[in-house]
């Protein structure tokens, strides 16, 4: 953990100042942004499926997951993410961290959730990439580091 911190900060550089909240799915995104948020000293934000946050909440629906992809047996029922409402302030410049990238739905579903809220998604820092699975172009443009990545997995 301490490792993959140092790399993310170190990627960041001098930009680092200018990231107001790091944006995270459940469940191991917790874990890997977490520290990263602490190493910042910004505002760690929980993105949960739907019906899992109390009060108001904003909430997108993305097709399949990265599982899915990975095992076509399981289902594929659409999803939903939920964000509390306000979680993200309007223009605050956001870090996006999340354990894998594979066909993108994931990081796609976060970047709108951030969108809805005002939110600028400058940069999104990722463990593992298969980038085999072409989930790269789903994040829009934005800047991504991933600390390892797993071409024909």
Same mark, same amino acid.
């Given at each position: 953990? /301490?490792?993959?911190? %140092? ?11 200018? +990231? ?38 904003? =909430? ?11 095992? /076509?047996? @399981? ?7 939920? @964000? ?7 223009? !605050?410049?956001?870090? +996006? ?5 594979? =066909? ?5 579903? @976060?970047?709108?959730?951030?969108? !809805? !809220? %005002?939110?600028?998604?400058?940069? *999104?820092? +990722? ?9 790269? /172009?789903?994040?829009?443009? *934005? ?11």
């Amino acid at each position: 953990l /301490p490792l993959w911190t %140092g790399l993310v900060v170190s990627w960041l550089g001098s930009s680092r100042d200018r +990231i107001d909240a790091v944006v995270t799915p459940e469940a191991l995104g917790y874990v890997f942004a977490g520290a990263v948020a602490s190493a910042l000293k910004t505002p760690l934000v929980l993105v949960r499926k739907q019906g899992k946050l109390e009060g108001d909440t904003n =909430r997108v629906d993305y097709c399949g997951s990265n599982m899915y992809q990975l095992k /076509p047996h @399981m289902s594929s029922d659409r999803c939903s993410f939920e @964000m509390v409402a306000g979680a993200v302030v309007p223009g !605050q410049k956001v870090l +996006i961290v999340d354990d894998c990238l594979a =066909r993108g739905a994931t990081v796609s579903a @976060m970047l709108d959730l951030v969108q !809805q !809220q %005002g939110g600028v998604v400058s940069k *999104v820092a +990722i463990l593992m990439e298969l980038p085999d699975l072409s989930g790269r /172009p789903k994040t829009k443009d *934005v800047d991504v580091f991933s600390a390892m990545q797993f071409p024909g997995a």
